[in-house]
């Protein structure tokens, strides 16, 4: 039996609801395409966040989502970019920009349980879950999707949001340009002894950067909650998360410093293996690829989903003009249109955060005196301190 709609969706991710809800309101027939069932368990204090940016926050706020999630977000007011052993640091403040914060750690089960909430309410939005791509065929119509419920579905035009190991562009024969950091990421939550006040930490080690960033959640007698990404070469990384927590928390506690004090509880460690993913090619005939299908970068600087999220609203935005010009969604001057408008943004985020990576992740003493002069001169220079903080925040993306 076949099926049809104007716009699937695989990829039932952030990146892949966002899109769905950001055009819930049109006329649109909107099948989105999940593989894995939610999460059942119950919010944990060591649940996994997410920093969204000011651009991001601006995106929630246009599609009605991000009232709902002010009261569970953390919200950065500044940043503190420093190195282990050397003097020179970076600080941005959200004054500077005239924003009440600079970003917002919040828990993905709170965004994605939003998001997911709104595509069930909706009678265009169809969710099928548990449900796998299993084969694509595109003609002048569009795409023809097999399921692996032994269905088909044929789709206007296909969005793939299904993440850096996309099955779209698996099936499509397209390849991407991968670059493998040789780290992995620990993603876990601490509880510190001293309030962190809204700031948020990085700090550049030889062997890669340490994030500690507000969590939402409640202060208990152990201290503070706050995430904690630090990323490591893969044999350290295994050898660490296999630590008694003591150990580990005495050894993150050393490597941050004392800002916070004491490191007194620690959440699961989760391991992410890290590469830099970018698709050689953004659309095909009938298909968009979006967010980690795109493009999939390093943790660094948290540029990665809040880069897709861009992706999402410009790709909205396009569907929404072709939509009140009465043209096909998959007009390929329209795709090319989108390429156009992405790929400045995409190609600057992806070699902003892969030349921190570089620099910063790197033994050698000449480059260890030129970081150092490099975050004071940061810090020094307003033109070069102000580029650097429209990135981090979005707006250059939004403004492409």
């Known amino acids: 039996m076949t099926d049809s709609c104007d716009l699937a969706i695989v990829g039932g991710g952030l990146v892949g609801a966002s899109l769905a809800v950001a055009l819930a309101d049109t006329p649109l027939r909107i099948v989105l395409i999940e593989a894995a069932q939610p999460p059942a368990s119950a919010p944990a204090w060591d649940e996994r966040c997410i920093a969204l940016n000011d651009a991001s926050r601006q995106i929630f706020a246009g599609i009605g989502v991000w009232e709902a999630l002010v009261p569970q977000v953390a919200p950065i007011t500044a940043t503190h970019i420093s190195e282990r052993g050397r003097f020179g640091v970076t600080r941005f403040h959200a004054a500077e920009a ?25 009678p265009n939005l169809q969710l099928r879950c548990p449900e796998r ?12 999707l097999l399921l692996a419920s032994g269905g ?7 969005v793939a949001a299904d ?8 099936l499509l024969g397209y390849q991407a340009e991968l670059r493998d950091y040789q780290q992995t990421a620990l993603v876990t939550a601490v509880r510190v002894q001293r309030d962190p006040a809204g700031v948020a930490y990085e700090r550049f080690t030889p062997e890669g950067p340490f994030a500690l960033l507000p969590k939402p959640g409640a202060v208990d007698a152990q201290g503070h909650p706050c995430s904690l990404i630090w990323t ?4 350290r990384a295994e050898s660490l998360r ?3 927590d003591a150990e580990f928390l005495a050894l993150a506690e050393d490597c941050f410093g004392e800002r916070l004090g004491r490191f007194r509880a620690l959440g699961r460690r989760l391991p992410h293996p890290l590469q830099r993913s970018l698709a050689e090619q953004l659309t095909a005939p009938g298909v968009v690829f979006c967010g980690n299908a795109a493009q999939s970068l390093h943790p660094v600087a948290a540029q990665g989903f809040n880069l897709g999220l861009r992706d999402v609203a410009t790709l909205a935005a396009s569907l929404r003009v072709a939509l009140a010009a009465g043209a096909p969604l998959a007009d390929p001057a329209r795709l090319a249109a989108y390429v156009q408008a992405r790929e400045q943004d995409r190609r600057r985020t992806a070699d902003f955060t892969d030349q921190l990576v570089r620099l910063f992740s790197n033994r050698l003493p000449l480059l260890r005196g030129l970081r150092h002069l490099g975050l004071l001169a940061l810090d020094l ?7 650097v903080l429209r990135q981090n925040l979005g707006h250059r993306g939004l403004a492409a």
Not at 101 to 114: C, F, Q, S, V
Request: glycine residues 16%.
């Open 152 to 158: 088909t579905l044929r789709a206007g035009l296909l």
């Open 163 to 170: 993440g850096a190991g996309s099955a779209v562009r698996r």
């Open 242 to 244: 296999a630590l008694p």
């Open 98 to 122: 005239g924003l009440p914060a600079l970003g917002y750690n919040t828990p993905m089960r709170a965004l994605g349980g939003e998001l997911m909430t709104r595509v069930a309410a909706q």
């Open 381 to 387: 220079t307003p033109p070069l301190k102000e580029a």
């Open 232 to 235: 490591l070469p893969t044999e």
């Open 133 to 144: 791509l299993e084969g694509l065929s595109l003609d002048a119509g569009g795409a023809e």
